[in-house]
Nanobody, 117 residues
Framework: QVQLLESGGRLVKAGGSLRLSCAAS????????MGWFRQSPGKEREFLSS????????YAVDSVKGRFTISIDHAKNTVNLQMNNLKPEDSGVYYC??????????WGQGTQVTVSS
């Protein structure tokens, strides 16, 4: 089983930056693909970015590519999402997730990001 705890969300002005962190604990973390999702009011939860636990194979969807960067801090067992040039439409609850074949997806409890115009 994997436990995930997000932090770092807050109110920020458009054009600003935030760094979200997801503290991961549990067994066999190295076998998981880690990801960040966002759920905005009235919308379904959407995938944003993923990275293998080794730190390779980072991927981001087009809407955040070039603005959001995912990374792994192995010393702290955290998955980080650096978000730059934030826009009001980036507002929402950000969730960390862990995936691997044959296992359920694990979710954190989420952290709220609000971008004011």
């Amino acid at each position: 089983q994997v436990q995930l705890l997000e932090s770092g969300g807050r109110l920020v002005k458009a054009g600003g930056s935030l760094r979200l962190s997801c503290a991961a604990s549990g067994r066999a973390l190295s076998s998981y693909l880690m990801g960040w999702f966002r759920q905005s009011p009235g919308k379904e939860r959407e995938f944003l970015s993923s990275i293998s636990w080794s730190g390779s194979n980072a991927y981001a969807v087009d809407s955040v590519k070039g603005r959001f960067t995912i990374s792994i801090d192995h010393a702290k067992n955290t998955v980080n999402l650096q978000m730059n040039n934030l826009k009001p439409e980036d507002s929402g609850v950000y969730y960390c997730a862990a995936d691997r074949a044959g296992a359920p997806r694990y979710w954190g409890q989420g952290t709220q990001v609000t971008v004011s115009s």
